[in-house]
């Protein structure tokens, strides 16, 4: 079945440091990628996305790149700020299987200290 | 914020009780979705209900149910509660038309059971 693996965290950076969490995939089919963000407290909020090969997704600094190839679709960040500090989760969605659910990574934890 | 709702906010109740976790998706969205998130089990998808007919089921116990009624709020039901079934519950809505579409994910419902 389909899958999503994330990079074990937390991951501790500080103000204005690169970023970037790596994300792999298995699926069936040909998938839409997405990543969420969890605040403290919050439910899950879209960051960005992409839904064919190549695709960049971008929002609020943050950009991703769908790479079937090497069927990954890694976050960077280039300056993160203590605001950026939450959990972030990789997911798909399965365009072959119909499975519209997503599948979600485990969520790495980013702490931004200033 | 979304445009999703959930009530309640938090639950807490006994072994042995039912409750009922209800979604109110984005006005216009066909599509709800059921989510579990626990500290073992991570982000996991339960059923899907679009447009009032049930589309599609994930690791959904046998002692929870859901429905979705005609005017698209959706109300998730957990019975026989145990200690394992403490976790965050989301719903997330969509337009309920594309595999590659976003869905947007309400607050949570954060239930414990003692």
């Known amino acids: 079945g389909d899958s999503v693996t994330q990079m074990e965290g937390p991951v501790t950076l500080s103000e204005e440091a690169f970023l970037t969490i790596n994300c792999t995939y298995t699926?069936?089919?040909?998938?839409?990628l997405f990543w969420y963000v969890q605040y403290p407290g919050e439910g899950l909020q879209l960051l960005l996305k992409a839904t064919k090969a190549d695709d960049k997704g971008s929002n609020k600094g943050f950009e991703a790149t769908y790479r079937k190839e090497t069927t990954s679709f890694h976050l960077e960040k280039g300056s993160v700020q203590v605001s950026d500090s939450a959990v972030y989760f990789c997911?798909?969605?399965?365009?072959?299987?119909?499975?519209?659910?997503?599948?979600f990574g485990s969520g790495t934890r980013l702490q931004v200290q200033p | 914020d979304s445009g999703v709702t959930q009530t309640p906010k938090h639950l807490i109740t006994a072994t042995g009780q039912r409750v009922t976790l209800r979604c109110s998706p984005r006005s216009g969205d066909l599509s709800v979705y059921w989510y579990q998130q626990s500290l073992d089990q991570g982000l996991q998808f339960l059923i899907q209900?679009?447009?009032?007919?049930?589309?599609a089921k994930g690791n959904i116990l046998e002692r929870f149910s859901a429905q979705q009624f005609p005017d698209l709020h959706s109300e998730l039901n957990l019975s026989s509660l145990e200690l394992g079934d403490s976790a965050l519950y989301f719903c997330?809505?969509?337009?309920?038309?594309?595999?590659?579409?976003?869905?947007?994910f309400g607050p949570g419902t954060r239930l414990l059971v003692l």
């Open positions: 997330a809505s969509s337009v309920g038309q594309s595999v590659q579409e976003t869905q947007y």
């Open positions: 699926a069936t089919g040909y998938p839409s």
């Open positions: 997911a798909l969605s399965d365009w072959n299987t119909g499975r519209r659910a997503l599948t």
């Open positions: 209900y679009y447009n009032g007919e049930e589309r």
